[in-house]
């Protein structure tokens, strides 16, 4: 009878770690709502009046709000017919990120610091539009990472790598993938990564996006050809189970405006 007593008992206490863990496990890898916002524009003019409110007005407020590390960044190759500017913004929760996207019920409120972007006339508009791209991040890497770069500012590369799967399970494998050995690689290679994210909201599904940092484009170039001949990577690219999981891939060579967090 004692025996079937410590054999409950035990019982009880092993179930009781399992949920523990897992609870504990759980509020460790609960991370961040990723805000991938895109102004996109024409004219210089309209560059002007974005900055000056993304400067002076935008981040300034989400700093106040105790919202940080946000990057404000423009492509290398500037789209004369499609210019863009990247504002990427971390969330501890859906909850802080509905009211900032609420803009039917709630316009930009009037400020001395935001009077030409907010009370902008139909016809002086200061962007063509809005696109905005919502992440999850993965659970290897759930927070934003800020960058440890020691070279000169001005010649930092910032790639932004999109990859699109055929189907959600391909997706689901891709992820994966960064979750079983990728992300690692990156880490002890030097890679400086800001954010891994899969895409929860956007025009092109299913879909992953992350961002990664060198020194220059030399570190950059270095780095690719390391982790192109790294043995670990080559593993992962000769397993099964993640064959054709990317079915279109995009890079875009990202700068930091001089207001940026990064």
């Known amino acids: 009878m004692s025996i079937l007593k ?7 206490f092993i179930a009781t770690s399992i949920a523990f863990n897992c ?11 990723y805000q ?4 996109h524009y024409k004219t210089l003019q309209q560059e002007s009046m974005l900055d000056a409110y993304l400067q002076k007005s935008y981040v300034p407020a989400l700093h106040k709000k105790g919202i940080k590390n946000i990057g404000v960044f423009k492509p290398v190759e500037t789209d004369t017919a499609d210019r863009k500017i990247y504002v990427l913004t971390p969330y501890a929760s859906w909850k802080d990120a509905e009211p900032e996207n609420v803009s039917a019920g709630k316009p930009v409120e009037l400020t001395a610091d935001n009077k030409d972007y907010a009370s902008a006339v139909y016809n002086s508009a200061p962007y063509s539009r809005i696109e905005t791209i919502w992440l999850s991040p993965f659970i290897t890497r759930p927070h934003l990472m800020m960058p440890k ?3 000169d ?5 910032y790639e932004l790598r999109s990859y699109e799967s055929p189907t959600e399970a391909y997706h689901y494998s891709k992820v994966k993938m ?7 690689i990156f880490q002890r290679l030097g890679f400086n990564p800001v954010f891994y994210g899969s895409v929860i909201a956007g025009s092109r599904m299913p879909n992953l996006m992350y961002l990664t940092t060198f020194n220059d484009k030399q570190s950059r170039e270095e780095h690719w050809k390391a982790f192109d001949a790294d043995a670990q990577w080559k593993g992962l ?3 099964a189970q993640y064959k054709n ?3 279109k891939g995009d890079i875009i060579f990202l700068y930091p405006t001089a207001y940026s967090d990064y």
């Open 36 to 39: 991938l916002k895109i102004y």
């Open 153 to 157: 500012r001005a010649k930092r590369v």
């Open 237 to 239: 690219t000769g397993d």
């Open 245 to 247: 999981n990317v079915s």
């Open 178 to 184: 960064f979750n079983s050995g990728e992300t690692d």
């Open 6 to 12: 410590n054999i409950a008992l035990t019982s009880v």
């Open 149 to 151: 770069l020691t070279g």
């Open 23 to 33: 609870s504990s496990f759980a509020q460790i890898i609960k991370g961040d709502y």
